[in-house]
């Protein structure tokens, strides 16, 4: 199971809880992720605080995606580490936890179960990472209905 993160749990201390959060972040790049055979990859530039880039641009949204408040998209970052650190997505099947499809020349994830997206860029030699966040559920049914579309596109 995937422990979110609860500001409760840091006494209220938002740097300690923000700090925990990077730390869930940063760990999923221990496990060398990979999607379609290529490493996923991340804007390490160093932000605010020395955090990296992309990791602010999913806490802190950075487009019109932004369904929720930006401490839940903290709370759940850990979602990131069960989702991308899983090699196994099977994209044409109904009963997989994480499907994906193209849509505006980028690859979406995103997970019923835990109600989350993943927006990735495939590349040549790599596949970067761009966001993440909650999903609604009008969100949700969009994501379904343009998975079946884009599935049955490409299989004719």
């Known amino acids: 199971m995937c422990k979110f993160f609860s500001l409760e749990d ?3 201390d938002f740097e300690s809880f923000v700090t ?3 730390s869930s972040y940063c760990s999923l790049w221990k496990k060398s992720p990979v999607f379609n055979n290529k490493p996923i990859v991340r804007d390490t530039t160093a932000a605010e605080k020395g955090f990296e880039k992309t990791f602010w641009g999913i806490v802190e949204g950075h487009d019109e ?3 929720y408040d930006d401490l839940i998209r903290y709370k759940r970052i850990s979602l990131l580490n069960r989702i991308l ?3 196994c997505v099977e994209p044409n099947n109904q009963n997989s936890d994480i499907k994906w499809f193209v849509f505006d020349k980028n690859k979406r994830l995103f997970s019923e179960h835990y109600m989350y ?6 590349m ?3 596949v970067f990472l761009v966001t993440a966040f909650p999903i609604n559920e009008r969100r949700l049914c969009k994501d379904k209905e343009l998975w079946k579309i884009y599935w049955k596109n490409k299989n004719g």
């Open 10 to 12: 840091f006494n209220g």
């Open 85 to 87: 650190a899983t090699d």
């Open 117 to 122: 997206e993943i927006i990735l860029k495939e």
């Open 20 to 22: 925990a959060c990077y």
């Open 124 to 126: 040549r030699t790599e």
């Open 65 to 67: 995606s932004k369904i």
